[in-house]
């Protein structure tokens, strides 16, 4: 018994579910934002300097000059954060929340299971949208600017469930990235709004998804 109510046996309980940000939970580019934040910031502050620098590696980006890795890294140690900046964050990410997927992992919390948000994207900006466990790209301490991509997020969640005894049961991702976690045994995948070629590398693999998406 507890609180005087008879205690009932979740059919998920002990189990992880682990939910991508990127694309999955949001619809579209965290770093995307991010970046357009610290743009308006750095004008506010009367950085231009910095503005240009920005507005630089935005270009090379686009041009395929250097990686999405070094823009997201030197983007990083540019921005100065401020309260502004960040509610500013904040509000444009809530609104590009993907509902289908908040409801899907509301379905596993009453189930049971304990949800861990897994993604590549900065472990400085994820604790402002996100209140439960996660793992996320250290910018800190990277002195490899390794990110939590591919076998690295699969490696990192597995250790995350051995740790705390739990069993990888749903993996919510909408990218060919995450295959290895996709490839994990028993678990339940679920694509959200995947790219053909997603699609196509999953299939391949033999690891046809239980649930798709929008």
């Given at each position: 018994m507890v609180e005087g109510r008879r205690e009932?046996?979740?059919?998920?309980?002990?189990?992880?579910?682990?939910?991508?940000?990127?694309?999955?939970?949001?619809?579209?580019?965290?770093?995307?934002?991010?970046?357009?934040?610290?743009l308006k910031a750095m004008i506010r502050q009367k950085r231009l300097y910095s503005a240009m620098r920005l507005c630089t590696l935005a270009v090379l980006r686009k041009m395929h000059i250097i990686s999405h890795r070094r823009m997201k890294f030197d983007l990083l140690r540019m921005a100065h954060i401020d309260d502004f900046f960040k509610?500013?964050?904040?509000?444009?990410?809530?609104?590009?929340?993907r509902h289908s997927v908040s409801d899907e992992l509301d379905r596993c919390r009453r189930d049971g299971s304990t949800i861990l948000l897994a993604t590549a994207a900065a472990d400085i900006y994820v604790p402002w949208i996100w209140n439960e466990d996660y793992i996320a790209t250290p910018i800190h301490d990277n002195p490899d600017h390794i990110e939590c991509r591919g076998t690295v997020k699969a490696s990192a969640v597995s250790e995350y469930a051995e740790k705390n005894g739990m069993k990888i049961h749903t993996v919510l991702?909408?990218?060919?990235?995450?295959?290895?976690?996709?490839?994990?045994?028993?678990?339940?995948?679920?694509?959200?709004?995947?790219?053909?070629?997603?699609?196509?590398?999953?299939?391949?693999?033999g690891l046809s998804p239980h649930i798709v998406l929008d």
């Amino acid at each position: 018994m507890v609180e005087g109510r008879r205690e009932i046996d979740l059919p998920l309980a002990g189990t992880l579910t682990v939910v991508d940000l990127d694309g999955t939970l949001v619809r579209g580019n965290t770093l995307h934002v991010f970046m357009r934040c610290a743009l308006k910031a750095m004008i506010r502050q009367k950085r231009l300097y910095s503005a240009m620098r920005l507005c630089t590696l935005a270009v090379l980006r686009k041009m395929h000059i250097i990686s999405h890795r070094r823009m997201k890294f030197d983007l990083l140690r540019m921005a100065h954060i401020d309260d502004f900046f960040k509610d500013e964050f904040v509000r444009t990410i809530k609104l590009m929340i993907r509902h289908s997927v908040s409801d899907e992992l509301d379905r596993c919390r009453r189930d049971g299971s304990t949800i861990l948000l897994a993604t590549a994207a900065a472990d400085i900006y994820v604790p402002w949208i996100w209140n439960e466990d996660y793992i996320a790209t250290p910018i800190h301490d990277n002195p490899d600017h390794i990110e939590c991509r591919g076998t690295v997020k699969a490696s990192a969640v597995s250790e995350y469930a051995e740790k705390n005894g739990m069993k990888i049961h749903t993996v919510l991702t909408d990218h060919i990235d995450d295959l290895p976690l996709l490839s994990l045994p028993g678990v339940r995948r679920v694509l959200v709004a995947p790219s053909a070629t997603t699609l196509a590398a999953v299939n391949f693999a033999g690891l046809s998804p239980h649930i798709v998406l929008d």
